[in-house]
């Protein structure tokens, strides 16, 4: 098995210095990207009557602007490399906090489809990229427990979120809420400015050196769009195994959180309680996430991260499929806190082990390619899982969600075990092929003598 990919960027990262303070802003700003969505589930009760619309419909809210975030994955990307990743966060959070403000004055649910879906998800999408993209260039060795660190800000503002919200609600209703959520996302603006360029010591190149820019023909924009969704990664086996198995794992993660609360509800469960159970996933998530980016910068498992992935996956589906026979509070905290291990190992890994397949190069475009693809199963999910309580019940959300992302896992873990002995089997094989034309140039080489 091929060990971390080595640093690709002409300069050895910093590891530190600096680069702590631009995790504590990528930090905040993926606390906002990624909660957001999740505590907006508080105020679905109290939406849904007000609008008259059902729970399919109030689920697409959050839905819509998950899949704008990951769907603008690529143009993230484009503009991360354009201007750098600090103009491009404080852009993101201006977006995130009108969207929130104009939502607030609402009177449709196609109204707040566009303003927290449309509007929100792009800035939320400007943030998470640019925030992944400046750790990678900030941090190598290390990378992993940056990545856990800046990925804890999830579960640390779910952890904040959820009772603020639903004190929020009780105070000033909906709309009230969504106002002053705007302006607390304006910190996303603070977050990018902590986001300085990287200071890289390239050895200059000699005159001779220097590309004739003459000579070059004008870039496109047809081949900047090339550019950041290359299809060429496809033909790569490792990155088509995880982008399977995160299809399937996207399509499950976010609706058992968006109903986690209305399900305690329809157990007989106090609505502060039922807020709480968000609260008590995310106090654990705060803790996993750093603690799994600290195990996978182990050189035990370091190698193996790909393995380690699939295996979270599927204790994270395990958990919901066991949820269903759950019927008190008590056992609902249970679930809550393991739910809470198995969401932020996950997300602990699931860029990392992108930046293990591609390096630090390629990952500003394959995370582009692999947001916008996700976005679909990211539209689709809470719908589908929203439509099966509409007919039926809640255990069948829990059901389908969970052998979704059990399926995934397996598939993640199985596929792995294939492409890792393929690749040392194929190894040989390029090595013969190398000494092969080692041994023709070195005839060669003889006979002209």
């Known amino acids: 098995m091929s060990p971390a990919p080595a640093n690709e960027l002409g300069y050895k990262p910093l590891d530190g210095g600096w680069g702590w303070m631009v995790v504590f802003g990528a930090h905040i700003s993926i606390g ?267 050189k035990c498992i370091r190698p193996r991260i790909q393995y380690f992935f699939g295996f979270a996956m599927v204790f994270n589906g395990t958990c919901h499929l066991l949820c269903p026979l759950i019927k008190s509070y008590a056992f609902l905290v249970a679930y809550a806190v393991f739910f809470g291990v198995g969401f932020g190992m996950v997300f602990a890994l699931i860029f990392e082990c992108l930046m293990d397949l591609m390096g630090n190069e390629r990952f500003p475009s394959a995370v582009g390619l692999v947001t916008i693809i996700e976005c679909i199963p990211m539209l689709l999910g809470p719908p589908v899982a929203g439509l099966l309580v509409d007919i039926f019940d809640y255990k069948y959300l829990f059901f389908m969600c969970g052998s979704v992302i059990v399926a995934g896992g397996l598939f993640i873990f199985v596929m792995n075990i294939y492409n890792y002995y393929m690749l040392e089997k194929e190894k040989p094989a390029e090595v013969r092929e190398q000494n092969q034309m080692t041994i023709e140039n070195q005839d060669q080489g003889s006979a002209s003598a």
Not at 155 to 178: E, H, T
Not at 214 to 223: A, E, F, L, R, V
């Open 32 to 298: 906002f990207a990624y909660s957001t969505p999740k505590v907006l589930s508080i105020f679905f009760h109290e939406i849904q009557e007000n609008l008259k619309a059902s729970s399919s419909e109030i689920a697409l809210i959050p839905s819509i602007m998950l899949a704008v975030m990951y769907a603008g994955g690529p143009m993230s990307s484009l503009l991360v490399k354009r201007f750098g990743s600090q103009p491009i966060v404080i852009l993101g959070g201006l977006l995130c906090s009108v969207s929130m403000i104009t939502a607030s004055f609402g009177d449709s649910i196609v109204y707040l489809y566009l303003c927290i879906g449309v509007i929100g998800g792009c800035g939320l999408s400007l943030n998470l990229n640019a925030s992944l993209t400046i750790i990678s260039k900030y941090f190598l060795n290390r990378r992993p427990l940056a990545n856990g660190l800046a990925m804890a800000g999830s579960p640390v503002f779910l952890c904040i979120m959820a009772p603020v919200n639903q004190y929020l609600l009780d105070k000033f209703g909906w709309r009230g809420s969504l106002l002053i959520l705007g302006g607390l996302m304006l910190n996303c603006c603070v977050a990018g400015a902590l986001m300085r360029p990287v200071v890289s010591h390239r050895k200059p190149k000699k005159v001779g050196e220097q590309p004739n820019e003459c000579t070059k023909p004008k870039i496109s924009c047809m081949n900047n769009a090339k550019k950041f969704l290359d299809l060429t990664f496809f033909k790569d086996r490792g990155f088509v195994i995880y982008l399977i198995g995160n299809i399937m794992f996207i399509f499950g993660a976010y609706a058992p959180i968006m109903f986690l609360s209305a399900y305690a509800v329809s157990q007989g469960v106090e609505e502060y309680s039922a807020a709480y159970l968000l609260s008590i996933m995310g106090f654990v998530d705060m803790f996993v996430r750093p603690g799994t980016g600290l195990i996978a910068s182990s």
